[in-house]
């Protein structure tokens, strides 16, 4: 649509969090340690959104990301093909399967990034692979797949 609505809410909702890790709104930002958690509905490399911001906030020095991988999201891009043959960003990096729209196909849009001071000990997608256990489940439960990272904290 021309007006982007929804473009606009995802790019606005990545600059709110920028700003306030900046200390640039009325409240102070948080304090260290945390994580920001959420589905941004936006990915940084590829799909028609507004992702400015967004890099932004993964590119933050107070922030870190983890860039949690599966395989089974690499191996849907590679065998749905449509939009995901055409797909800058690593699939593995995919959190959502859109590829019964026909037109979005797989996008990561779904983030775990927690401060900087955390140490990140392991990270993933739960998107397993055809034939793997839980595959027919995690498919069926949502087009959002779970996102996870371990941390130790200070």
Do not use: K, M
Request: aromatic fraction near 6%.
């Amino acid at each position: 649509r021309a007006e982007d609505h929804n473009g606009r809410r995802n790019h606005d909702e990545a600059a709110f969090w920028l700003r306030y890790l900046e200390g640039a709104l009325p409240w102070s930002p948080p304090p260290v340690p945390f994580v920001l958690i959420g589905d941004a509905n936006l990915d940084a490399a590829d799909g028609e959104g507004r992702p400015q911001a967004l890099r932004a906030l993964l590119a933050h020095p107070a922030l870190q990301d983890p860039a949690p991988r599966s395989t089974g999201g690499a191996l849907a891009s590679a065998a749905q093909g449509g939009p995901n043959a055409v797909q800058v960003g690593d699939p593995a990096l995919d959190t959502a399967d859109w590829a019964e729209t026909g037109d979005l196909g797989n996008r990561r849009v779904d983030y775990v990034l927690p401060s900087a001071a955390l140490t990140v000990t392991a990270a993933g997608v739960v998107w397993p692979a055809p034939g793997e256990p839980l595959a027919e489940a995690a498919a069926a439960a949502s087009r959002h797949h779970l996102v996870w990272v371990d941390i130790t904290l200070p």
